[in-house]
């Protein structure tokens, strides 16, 4: 058995267990099945950064797809140890049974595997029909409440993402038909990398309106404006940790794709897909910001401050220069170590309060202090603040657009960034003060802290001292990157 087969086979053996076992060994089976899926990417990414491909079958791993694997494995192990004083507490006040709880295990490491899936595929059609799966697949855990708010929110996903990624789906049938074209016959049509070297022969025209359709129909997964209305809900609806995984590690798999067909669409018809990459990262920062300066419900900011930090991410991207790539991919990175930690230090104030409305949570500071600790931390660490690495990844995009002449994309960059640091900032640590209205009890376990004092570290530490093998990683995917294009 090949190492990409036991990276999925671990998050499906830990969902078989889980649905036979009892709700605390089925926690239990989701921290270790996470723990060892983080463990067994590591032979096959660190061969990836080095340069290796490794292609066989149906599989196919790069330096790209590994990072995204790796983040994936992180995030999961994260939300895994989360999980369970999370559920614990659910399950202590009448919130959910032991069966839900046994439940929610099961389609957790089901919810991995299809994320792993999407990053491992040869195939663009494959990949497809993956990032779907994550869709339905998600959408039981979006649900998990069964409250009204929770299953409208679940309905709303599933019926938006659908529509976006069959647009999507149209947008590879044209990529197939402008590729089959150009090859004898139309085996390997959609592998992406005989798409990757016959992309020069494939019709400009054709791809273009492939890539508008493929950037709309991914985008409405990923998170962009103006198809972005799903994701508030089922950020506010959902589980914390699974929040956390939705903003953290499944909005990473539409990301994915998209840079995929960019790399194939700059080399047909060079410049398309980096503009429209620009105007819909812009255009999600300005929306992003603007609502979370009027927010009231703590998820729903966190879900818009998801939005934002993908519209950073598309313009790193869409710039398309080594330095605002390297920046984009370090940004990828600093969202996903950051992100986690907000949402899991905001549930905390959402179980110690009983509430997820912000102006009803007053003298945080007093009543729980080790959660007002790590929401402080990563409310400076995800506004861009140094020495925290969403800083470095954020500086490094405006230099990029500097260094390319863009500095009208700069500046816009730099003022939406401020807009939000106003609103996030104001909502966040207007909770630290005053009274509270009520007995709070701060939400207790080391399952609870670890994975916030883990993620704090990691922020801060890619922060200021990035690890030169992590420099050079990146730079390398960089580079080929912005080489191949």
């Known amino acids: 058995m090949m190492d990409v087969e036991i990276i999925l086979l671990i998050p499906l053996a830990a969902a078989l267990l889980s649905a036979v076992s009892p709700s605390r060994v089925a926690a239990a089976l989701s921290m270790v099945g996470s723990a060892a899926v983080l463990i067994a990417s590591l032979p096959v990414c660190i061969t990836a950064f080095d340069g290796a491909v490794t292609a066989y079958g149906i599989w196919y791993v790069d330096g790209l797809s590994s990072l995204f694997i790796l983040i994936t494995g992180i995030v999961g192990l994260m939300s895994a140890l989360y999980s369970y004083g999370y559920l614990k507490r659910d399950e202590e006040e009448g919130e959910v049974g032991s069966k839900d709880v046994r439940q929610y295990h099961v389609v957790f490491n089901l919810f991995v595997a299809s994320m792993l899936l999407v990053f491992v595929l040869k195939s663009v059609g494959a990949m497809w029909i993956a990032i779907e799966l994550t869709t339905l697949v998600s959408a039981f855990l979006v649900g998990f409440y069964r409250r009204d708010k929770a299953l409208e929110a679940t309905w709303k996903y599933l019926m938006i993402c659908s529509v976006g990624i069959t647009l999507g789906l149209f947008g590879i049938t044209l990529v197939y038909a402008s590729s089959s074209d150009v090859m004898e016959g139309a085996s390997g049509a959609l592998d992406w990398s005989v798409l990757f070297e016959a992309a020069e022969s494939l019709d400009p025209m054709l791809i273009k309106m492939a890539f508008i359709f493929i950037i709309i129909g991914f985008g409405t997964k990923m998170g962009l404006v103006p198809m972005h209305t799903w994701l508030p809900d089922a950020h506010s609806q959902s589980p914390t940790p699974i929040s956390a995984m939705l903003s953290a590690a499944l909005l990473n798999c539409a990301l994915y794709a998209i ?194 004092v883990m993620l704090l570290l990691m922020t801060v530490l890619f922060g200021l001292f990035m690890p030169e093998s992590v420099k050079d990683v990146l730079w390398s995917i960089a580079e080929w990157f912005t080489g191949a294009i």
């Open 259 to 452: 840079l995929r067909f960019q790399m194939i669409t700059e080399i047909s018809a060079p410049g398309f897909a980096s503009a429209l990459m620009i105007g819909f990262g812009l255009l999600s920062l300005a929306v992003a910001g603007a609502f979370i300066l009027i927010s009231k419900d703590i998820k729903r900011m966190l879900a818009y401050s998801s939005i934002e930090h993908m519209g950073i991410i598309a313009i790193g991207f869409g710039i398309g220069t080594p330095l605002a790539v390297f920046g984009a991919l370090f940004h990828i990175i600093a969202h996903s170590l950051t992100k986690p930690l907000v949402f899991f230090a905001a549930g905390n104030v959402i179980q110690g309060y009983g509430t997820q409305e912000m102006n009803e949570v007053r003298g945080l500071r007093k009543t729980m202090p080790m959660t007002s600790l790590m929401l402080g931390a990563g409310t400076l660490a995800i506004v861009g603040l140094p020495p925290f690495s969403v800083f470095i990844g954020e500086i490094t995009i405006l230099g990029g657009a500097v260094d390319a002449g863009m500095y009208h994309v700069a500046l816009l960059t730099a003022v939406f960034i401020i807009l939000v640091f106003a609103g996030f900032t104001r909502n966040i640590f207007s909770m630290m003060h005053g009274e509270p209205k009520g007995e709070v009890k701060e939400p207790k376990g080391m399952l609870r802290a670890l994975p916030m």
